[in-house]
């Protein structure tokens, strides 16, 4: 669904479901980039940490720190 707003026009998508698809896979390659540590992967996502974690908590993604 197509829908415009202040001139510009906004494509609609159904639950969401490009958003989900494309968040999943780059929160866990940021998580794998920096070893499970959120704080790092936060700031590389550039949002807030407690962002990252409510989204790693709706998403349900697993996190394994390991070190290296």
Known sequence: ???Q???IRVLLVDDHRI???VEHPLLTAALA???GNQIR???LLGVNRNTLRKKIRDLDIQVIRTSG
């Open 1 to 3: 669904m197509v829908t």
């Open 5 to 7: 707003h202040s001139g």
């Open 19 to 21: 958003l989900r698809e």
């Open 33 to 35: 980039a920096t070893r």
């Open 41 to 43: 992967a936060a700031d």
